[in-house]
């Protein structure tokens, strides 16, 4: 794909330019990241002063994070300001946030403390690109990284943390320009717009998007989601994988997708002991967010991309496949007949990912750009179909080698002590890998799913078994 390697809103344009494709499909809201550190009180300004003036040097040589967002229309559109300096709004959350750091600290820095109106960002029809929030607690700094998901995903919020974390070290970072347009031709020609009804409801149209519909009204939760984050040892999850690489059909199963189809499996025993999920229903289906940077763009130009590359991975089972998982106790320590019952699960989850490839990627992209309005083609998993579930990973956010910070208050050069999700109320059922730091033994999962199928899995023997400890 022989792709131009600068789009023209790379420079300090001044007039608006349409995103590609991909952004113009993801959600029109923020993505939310909230780095931890543990910083005395009388360092609170010296820090937040440190920080400020690392936005204001990384706006000037990252000027796309400087852009400002056209959303609230059916084509995204950006703009890039002259002025290189990237908001930072500060606020002291001491009385409200109702926790000191070493408070945070101890209970492991829980989901739950994360979910508060305190934590939202407001929707405009104009908006930046990025915010940065820092919140002070007594004894500690969250640090807000949000990007608007019209501009980037997870990955592209690992490359914010990559470029200010080295500016707060004084280090360098690539300087290359980090933005690249998609490797498909984009459609700028209305009269190659296709009628979205019309387009979805065709059968060609459903057997290329299974996983997608077309929202015709804004879609509401039935009941109120809660979350947890359940702590697995490595080394537990590698024993299982050891187990399963026994068997010639299972191949090499990332711990990733031996974490999704043991918490698909539990997720849905929940879901059914509490009457969420029919007994009678037959398939259940799972979509897992597959970043396909590197499955369509060089190893170059995947590396220096910035912006979304997403697609669903989608994997249909029966019912009765994912129960034959959960039928265990406490007393079951038998990881082989553990990996023998997971094993068809991982192998349908690695088949669905190996699925999005290149020529996948392309079809499907063909048909997004010609659509009338991308907002309304959205995942086929809302508003509130108990058989399907979502699984997405953080693990290799913003917690790898160069990613540590400088700042007053921090001691030497470190990593955040946690990174964890935040916003102003619970998402829909979902699973996150959370970051990991390089050498940690244990692998952080939160989990999103009703109240009363939460209180369920939290009595799932057989799934807490293999649980280390669950953060609230």
């Not at 500690?140 to 919020?157: Q, R, S």
């Not at 320009?177 to 149209?205: G, Q, V």
Request: proline share 5%; aromatic share 8%; hydrophobic share 40%.
């Amino acid at each position: 794909m022989n792709t131009p390697l600068e789009t023209s809103w790379s420079r300090q344009d001044t007039h608006w330019a349409p995103l590609n494709t991909w952004n113009q499909l993801a959600p029109r809201s923020y993505n939310r990241f909230l780095l931890c550190f543990e910083i005395p009180n009388e360092r609170h300004a010296a820090a937040i002063s440190h920080l400020e003036s690392c936005a204001v040097k990384l706006g000037g040589t990252r000027p796309v994070l400087n852009s400002l967002l056209k959303v609230n229309t059916p084509t995204a559109h950006i703009k890039i300001i002259g002025q290189p300096k990237i908001p930072v709004q500060v606020y002291d959350i001491n009385k409200t946030f109702g926790k000191t750091y070493t408070q945070l600290k101890e209970a492991g820095f829980p989901a739950s403390a994360f979910i508060a109106p305190i934590f939202e960002v407001p929707r405009g029809d104009v908006t930046h690109a990025l915010i940065l929030r820092i919140y002070t607690i007594d004894g500690g700094l969250l640090l807000g990284i949000h990007l608007h998901h019209a501009l980037g995903d997870g990955k592209a919020v690992d490359d914010v943390i990559s470029w200010l974390s080295a500016v707060s070290r004084k280090e360098m970072y690539d300087g290359r320009s980090a933005i690249l347009p998609s490797p498909f031709n984009e459609n700028d020609h209305p009269s190659d717009l296709i009628d979205d009804e019309k387009l979805l409801n065709s059968e060609y149209i459903r057997q290329l998007f299974p996983e997608r519909t077309l929202l015709t009204s804004p879609f509401s939760q039935n009941e109120e989601s809660i979350g947890n984050i359940f702590v697995f040892k490595i080394a537990t999850l590698n024993t299982i994988r050891s187990q399963m690489c026994q068997s010639e059909n299972a191949g090499q199963p990332s711990i990733s997708v031996i974490l999704i189809a043991l918490l698909w499996a539990h997720v849905v025993k929940a879901r059914m002991d509490t009457g969420k999920l029919s007994n009678t229903r037959e398939y259940l289906r799972l979509f897992t967010l597959v970043d396909v940077r590197k499955r369509v763009f060089s190893t170059d130009e995947a590396d220096r991309y910035f912006g979304n590359a997403v697609e669903a991975a989608l994997t249909t089972l029966t019912t009765a496949d994912l129960l034959k998982v959960c039928g265990r106790t406490t007393v079951d320590t038998d990881f082989g007949i553990l990996a023998k019952l997971v094993e068809p699960i991982c192998r349908s989850v690695q088949a669905s990912i190996r699925e999005v490839d290149a020529n996948f990627v392309r079809k499907r992209y063909t048909v997004f750009s010609r659509l009338q309005d991308p907002r309304r083609l959205v995942f086929d998993y809302f508003p509130n179909d108990a058989g399907c579930f979502m699984l997405n990973s953080w693990r290799y956010v913003g917690l790898n080698a160069e990613q540590k910070w400088s700042f007053p208050g921090v001691s030497g050069v470190e990593y955040p002590d946690a990174i964890r999700r935040a916003s102003g109320e619970w998402n829909l059922p979902a699973a996150v890998i959370l970051p990991a730091r390089p050498d940690s033994g244990e692998v952080e999962v939160m989990v999103t799913t009703e109240a009363c199928a939460m209180a369920m899995l939290l009595k799932d023997e057989g799934l807490m078994r293999l649980v280390t400890r669950v953060l609230g």
